[in-house]
């Protein structure tokens, strides 16, 4: 039987422990803001097959800074503190997106 994500990641987190997976999630970060760097600076230098591999390299980052953030999840473990605070930082954009709208208009 295939195991879940989910039960990969929680094998991943008794494996490593917590304390390293932190520490990953931050290594992974770090490589996504330098990702994110090289995009940006290839977006203006026209070259196309440096932008290229630029933006394979952020989506890579992104899904292992996603896959870090659900390994967060599983060492906190208050799903109910992540909701909170996800639905008032939702809330707070959707905010502030309606006011830049009507300062637009």
Avoid at 11 to 17: C, L
Avoid at 74 to 79: A, D, W
């Amino acid at each position: 039987m295939a195991k879940t994500d989910y039960q990969v990641l929680q094998k991943a987190v008794r494996t490593y422990g917590p304390d390293e997976q932190m520490r990953m999630a931050q290594e992974e970060c770090a490589e996504l803001i330098v990702a994110l760097s090289k995009y940006h600076r290839f977006e203006t230098s026209g070259d196309k097959r440096k932008l290229n591999r630029a933006a394979e390299s952020v989506i890579e980052e992104v899904v292992d800074v996603e896959i870090m953030c659900r390994q967060m999840h599983i060492i906190l473990g208050n799903e109910d503190a992540f909701k909170t605070v996800r639905d008032f930082k939702l809330k707070r954009l959707g905010e502030r997106l309606s006011k830049l709208e009507d300062k637009r208009k």
